[in-house]
């Protein structure tokens, strides 16, 4: 289970992740990193903690499936939290192709996105694509 200071909840807090972080895809998920802002709502000024959040749509597969996908993805960010820098939000959005790929599968994607998400790969902007 994620720690609640790391989970992610509000809308607006997806929708800044989404339309103003980095984004990295991968066959099975889709990773939107947004880091170096503040949060509001932490008192005091401290540095806020890593928050993530996680789409899994219908297309997935059923509740089950999609739900199984979750929590996978859950435990593996996780792990992960310690790599992101603080106050970083993160969004995980599942693919289609993740409802029927195993733990391992789904880990080796996450770490390629997040492998290129912090190590500022910037490819995709170098082919005229602009990574967000």
Do not use: Y
Request: no cysteine; glycine share 12%; aromatic share 2%.
């Amino acid at each position: 289970m994620l720690p609640t200071e790391n989970r992610l909840r509000r809308r607006q807090d997806f929708g800044e992740a989404v339309r103003r972080g980095r984004r990295a895809g991968r066959p099975l998920l889709v990773v939107h990193l947004r880091s170096d802002i503040t949060d509001p709502h932490v008192p005091g000024g401290s540095t806020p903690p890593v928050r993530a959040g996680f789409v899994v749509s219908k297309a997935v597969g059923g509740s089950v499936q999609r739900n199984l996908v979750k929590r996978r993805l859950r435990h593996l960010v996780r792990e992960r939290l310690s790599q992101l820098p603080p106050g970083s939000l993160v969004v995980v959005r599942a693919l289609p192709g993740a409802g029927g790929a195993d733990h391992a599968e789904l880990a080796r994607d996450l770490d390629a996105a997040l492998k290129r998400l912090l190590g500022r790969d910037t490819r995709g902007e170098a082919e005229g694509r602009v990574s967000r």
